[in-house]
């Protein structure tokens, strides 16, 4: 059972460039997020997803930009690379519907350095 | 603005000891109070979780105590292991929200031989 998978693992971004980091679950999950992990600062919302063709801001979207076409992939774009983005991004789905707690399933994570 | 405060920021623990970490909550809105564990190198998995009308849950060697008057909930790790070692979040969902949680900012526990 693949999961979450998400990549690259690793990338080294200069300032201003862009770039894709690529997410796909095979669990037929209608709910994927994108989280960014900053150390001491738990994990924070980017955006979210809860099917094809919908997608919302969450706690922290700015430099961001996501699309979700299928029920599989969920890319998360960042349009012109600032050092402040510097993070590890984790990638998460989950079911929703009827009595379930909706448990978050989350990828390996992406460590994206931006100099 | 942090809505799930959590602490310590680190702890130590001898093999066999007990790991307690405490979160407290703002929004009397939240109505699922999961906790995650990480290891390095991996994204969250969820540990255990509990809801606002238990005061209690054990799974194995895990407890969640959950106080709702006091907004405060906390995740007792008995008979620590070092296999435990890893970092912890709780983390807690609003009523009108699937998935969409607020993390506490972790804990980061180290179990010693």
């Known amino acids: 059972n693949a999961g979450v998978t998400q990549t690259p693992k690793f990338r080294i971004l200069k300032i201003g460039q862009s770039m894709t980091l690529q997410c796909t679950q095979d669990m037929n999950h209608n709910y994927m997020y994108w989280y960014r992990q900053d150390p001491g600062m738990g994990l924070k919302l980017i955006y979210y997803?809860?099917?094809?063709?919908?997608?919302d801001k969450g706690e922290v979207p700015n430099g961001y930009n996501v699309s979700r076409s299928t029920t599989e992939d969920f890319p998360l774009r960042l349009e012109l690379a600032a050092p402040s983005q510097t993070s590890v991004y984790f990638c998460?789905?989950?079911?929703?519907?009827?009595?379930?707690?909706?448990?978050?399933?989350f990828g390996e994570g992406s460590r994206l350095t931006v100099l | 603005q942090q809505q799930v405060k959590q602490s310590p920021q680190s702890l130590i623990v001898q093999k066999g000891g007990i790991s307690i970490i405490n979160c407290a909550y703002e929004n009397t809105a939240f109505d699922y109070f999961p906790w995650y564990q990480q290891f390095p190198g991996k994204g969250p998995a969820l540990l255990i979780a509990?809801?606002?009308?238990?005061s209690e849950k054990k799974e194995g060697r895990f407890t969640i105590s959950f106080n709702k008057s006091a907004k405060q909930f906390s995740l007792h790790i008995m008979d620590s292991q070092p296999g435990d070692s890893a970092t912890y979040f709780c983390?807690?969902?609003?009523?009108?929200?699937?998935?969409?949680?607020?993390f506490g900012a972790g804990t980061q526990v180290v179990v010693t031989p």
């Open positions: 998460a789905s989950s079911f929703a519907g009827g009595e379930d707690t909706g448990e978050l399933f």
């Open positions: 509990i809801r606002p009308d238990v």
């Open positions: 997803s809860v099917g094809a063709g919908i997608t």
């Open positions: 983390a807690a969902k609003r009523t009108d929200s699937w998935g969409k949680l607020q």
